[in-house]
């Protein structure tokens, strides 16, 4: 009996053990902080297709070109186009309209390397292009004044956007640009917003990344006594948040997204993204 007893506590030990030995934890994941800061784009982000304008400027809607500064189509009867006329007369100044391409140089050289691309990538940030036929077809559209900054319009790029204008970067502290700050700009398709801070309005790299950013669209201007007829330098004039205007800000080339930027410090920029492509726009009208 004694040797049943003692056979049975030693068959009872093990399972005293287990029901007092806690189970392992299952396996958790370490949540690992994704660094913004080397990507000028988002990642994980599965990005929404954005439509392009035709080719050529004639096809496009009416609806189409008035948003881009163009005259409607010719109606088919006479009595439509003196209507159409008659509404249009009155503009807030007199406005000088010419189109063209926009060139791009590099700035330490001089050389050019192509052309602003009437494609953009897919986060509707425009691209660059060698082949003239692929360029962005743009209208260079402003006041009398030589001093006011324009909106440049995109006659055959992105259908829904009909501006080359700036949408602030994702990974900005905020939409300021300046010295001292790796903050930038994407020169992406824009809706038309009054001059002034960078304001919540409909822009391609939303509408492909479903990110809310804000924008700018009247943020070109040309040197004095120059004349559009002419090739012309497009000189960026960002507006900070306290009204002033960005001083020495920077085009440049971000060669891994295929994309064009502002910054404020290219010194700054570089140091977060990796070195890039300083480069200046150059308007170049159809006649020249």
Do not use: K
Request: proline share 8%.
């Amino acid at each position: 009996m004694f040797a049943r007893f003692f056979l049975f506590a030693l068959l009872a030990v093990p399972a005293v053990l287990a029901a007092g030995t806690p189970s392992p934890l299952p396996d958790v994941p370490t949540r690992v902080r994704r660094d913004t800061d080397s990507l000028v784009n988002p990642t994980g982000v599965v990005t929404r297709s954005l439509p392009l304008s035709p080719a050529d400027a004639h096809g496009l809607t009416n609806a189409q070109r008035l948003a881009r500064g163009l005259p409607p189509r010719s109606p088919r009867f006479n009595t439509r186009r003196r209507a159409l006329q008659a509404r249009q007369s009155a503009t807030p100044c007199s406005l000088t309209q010419v189109t063209g391409i926009v060139q791009i140089d590099d700035a330490a050289s001089g050389n050019s390397i192509g052309y602003l691309s009437r494609t953009a990538n897919a986060f509707g940030e425009y691209e660059l292009t060698t082949d003239a036929s692929a360029a962005l077809s743009v209208a260079l559209r402003r006041c009398d004044s030589l001093t006011d900054p324009f909106e440049l319009g995109a006659l055959n790029g992105l259908a829904d956007y009909p501006y080359v204008g700036g949408v602030t970067g994702f990974a900005n502290s905020d939409d300021n640009l300046q010295q001292g700050s790796g903050n930038y700009v994407y020169l992406s398709g824009t809706s038309s917003v009054p001059r002034g801070p960078a304001q919540n309005a409909p822009n391609a790299f939303s509408q492909a990344s479903g990110r809310p950013e804000d924008v700018e669209s009247a943020i070109w201007t040309v040197p004095d006594n120059v004349n559009a007829d002419a090739p012309t330098p497009l000189v960026p004039a960002w507006v900070n948040t306290d009204g002033s205007v960005a001083s020495g800000t920077v085009i440049a080339y971000v060669a891994s997204s295929d994309a064009f930027v502002l910054t404020g410090d290219q010194t700054a920029f570089s140091s977060r993204f990796g070195a890039v492509q300083a480069v200046t726009f150059t308007f170049v009208p159809n006649s020249a």
